[in-house]
């Protein structure tokens, strides 16, 4: 069986490799090293320089063009102007503290919560997706009075001492803390007849049990609703409910992190959760609310956040400061006007029947899974193991044919499929054209 990876180990620059680098890069990364020490991560075999975003591309200190097939950040595109002039117009106005009343934060709080279903209904804004899920376990340990969570075994969920116990892909040396669960990923692969649904269900229920038995009681289950660092679990639509279900029934929270997912990256409405057809007590988000301006958000009810707030309250000087929803309100224009929910679906339609295709003439391409523009693809031996090996050196070739692109899941054998939104079908030809090439020229 492969060996399994840490999160940050994907695609990972290592020092000891740094020989026969160009001397100029060397000394750069010398730099970096200096100063961040021993938590400095940079991608590839021979990182790059950037200095310049626009649209899907990214260009390096060399002027060479990248086609961003990564990046979940600059979702509606890097660079985008309306949302750098918001950002720009608004920092020239007025940038503060929260504890203000300013007109564009209640704006963009009405027009986020305004796509959510009852009865979620108040959201307190954060500065990352680790800041909203931490947030989010607290708010649940408190409506619930109990401890336990339970997580999928590859989960990631950021970086706060607490997030971090419910992120065992972080795990070198640390172990799965005891008031928390990891279950397997949703894979239909490994369920009988492929009903993902009622083992995932199963797992849930058993893993309940075990915290019960262990005295922490269920607070409850977090799941990235594209299961994106455990290889993308999309399939089938609802699979979730089943596991929603069990979590009510057993008194505990269903949170939905919805970092990776949300904001129309599925192709099917802005959430994850909605290709489920389920209605979370607690949805978490981050990275792509801003397109790149820190910003993230807890969304609940507001039961559920006034039992929080009666034990601690919530303050962050940064949460919710007029540059973040100048920000947050141009992302919401820009998925409507440029219709990018359409063109996830669309072109990520595109990409995955080219994909489906690919697989026909090439052995190593296992499994193909995703939603909208967000697609998993293994890498796998004639005998199904998993070849993380193969995942590492098609990065690295597409690189070299100017493509960006990362890998995911337990055994990093997955290729992770996740351009900006305004991904056009002329972008998804030329990387499966480039994949094609990449895969013929290994033999
Ligand atoms: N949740 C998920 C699913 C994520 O992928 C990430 C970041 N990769 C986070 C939470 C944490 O977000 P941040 O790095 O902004 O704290």
Known sequence: MSATKQILALNR???DNAAGLDPELAERIGRRQATFGASSVLFYEQPIEMVRGEGVFLYDVHGTRYLDVYNNVPSVGHC??????????QAAALNTNTRYLVRIVETYAERLLATFPAPLSNLVMTCTGSESNDLALRIAESVTNARGFIVTRSAYHGNTAAVTHISPSSFKSQKLAPHVRAVPAPDPLEAPKGDIATLF????KAAIDDLRASGHGFAGFIADTIFSSDGIFADPPGFLQKAAAV???EGGLFIADEVQPGF???GGGLWGFSRHAIVPDIVTLGKPMGNGFPMGGVITRPDYLAAFCAETGYFNTFGGNPVAAAAGLAVLDVIADENLIANAAQTGALLKDGLTALKSDFPQIGDIRGAGLFIGLDFTTPDATPDPATASAVINAMKQHGILIGAAGL??????I??????AP????FFLETLRGILKAMG
Do not use: D, S
Not at 81 to 88: D, L, M, N, Q
Not at 418 to 423: A, G, M, T
């Open 264 to 266: 129309g990256r599925t």
């Open 201 to 204: 269900a199963a797992q849930i």
């Open 411 to 416: 055994y990093g054998h997955t290729l992770k």
């Open 13 to 15: 620059f290592e020092a």
């Open 426 to 429: 002329n972008n998804a030809e």
């Open 80 to 89: 985008h102007p309306r949302v750098v002039e918001a950002i720009a117009r």
């Open 418 to 423: 996740r351009p900006p939104l305004c991904f």
């Open 247 to 249: 979590v009510r029934a």
